[in-house]
């Protein structure tokens, strides 16, 4: 066998791991994790087989990542990467952190929560450190508009799911839940769904249930310099999904008061508990509104 190519180099390693031979395997799967066409797949096969080197033994938990998740790419292609793999799972654990910090702010501890819907879930960046944290997979719920997503979800980290929609109203929630989670979903939402979206999640709690979401704000604003409509809204039909029409996920910016006058309009203004600017990836708001 020759291996002078990435490809070959995966070609050979499963010829290998289907000898037994996980060393010689190995060594060739950790040459493919150098380039970036066979990556992926190199790290899928090693954390599949649990080789050396594995994130599974160093991180606790499932480390696979799916061949079409858009975040994974995302990070793939950011100049700033040099180890996507590393800064795929680390920003999962990130979110983790950062959701634990703004639960103890409104003494709702994450780890006494008993159900848990994570809603426009994606491939499970984050999911994996929710079921690892929350000690039980059937405490957790996920959705996403790409069934993919939602189907390696399931698979992966066993927890429960279902297929979302682009029209909130097309959405029937199989149960009812103590902490819907959305981040980075109504920093993508058009106009038109905006606001729907914002009431029809609120109707996925339980009495006393939360529902923490995120937004581009000041911060994103600026950055990116965008001009905010009279209303503080701004919407471009661009993202990085490539599985969503841009029409219906795109890029959105809202203005402190924009959001602040869609909770008072959809749900009441009594119901938002907690805000605090950029505590997402030290970019994005957060927003805390609790169900009465």
Request: charged content about 20%; aromatic content about 10%; overall charge negative.
């Amino acid at each position: 066998m020759t291996s002078d190519s990435p490809e070959q180099w995966l070609s050979d390693a499963r010829v290998f791991l289907d000898q037994g031979d996980a060393a010689a395997a190995g060594a060739l799967l950790r040459q493919a994790l150098g380039a970036p066409s066979t990556r992926l797949v190199a790290h899928n096969l090693i954390e599949q087989h649990r080789l050396p080197g594995c994130f599974a033994d160093m991180m606790g938990l499932d480390s696979r990542i799916a061949p079409s998740d858009d975040i994974f790419r995302f990070f793939a292609g950011h100049p700033t990467s040099s180890n996507p793999l590393r800064d795929y799972l680390a920003d999962g654990w990130r979110t983790l952190s950062e959701l634990m910090v703004l639960l103890e702010a409104v003494e709702r501890p994450l780890l006494k929560t008993a159900s848990v819907l994570e809603f426009a879930s994606g491939h499970g960046r984050f999911t994996r450190h929710l079921v690892k944290a929350l000690g039980a997979a059937e405490r957790v719920t996920v959705s996403d508009v790409v069934d993919d997503a939602v189907g390696f979800a399931r698979q992966t980290f066993g927890v429960q799911g279902f297929v979302s929609s682009t029209e909130p109203e097309q959405v029937a929630w199989p149960a009812r839940y103590e902490l819907v989670f959305v981040l980075s979903l109504f920093s993508h939402l058009p106009r038109r769904t905006w606001g729907r979206w914002l009431r029809h999640l609120y109707a996925a709690l339980e009495p006393g249930g939360l529902l923490v979401f995120s937004t581009h704000g000041a911060k994103a604003t600026r950055h990116d310099n965008v001009v905010l409509e009279p209303d503080g809204f701004f919407f471009a039909p661009s993202s990085e999904s490539q599985a969503i029409d841009v029409q219906d996920y795109g890029t959105a910016f809202t203005s402190e008061a924009f959001v602040r006058a869609r909770i008072a309009e959809e749900l009441g203004q009594d119901k938002l508990v907690h805000q605090v600017p950029q505590h997402f990836w030290n970019h994005q708001d957060a927003w805390v509104v609790r169900r009465a």
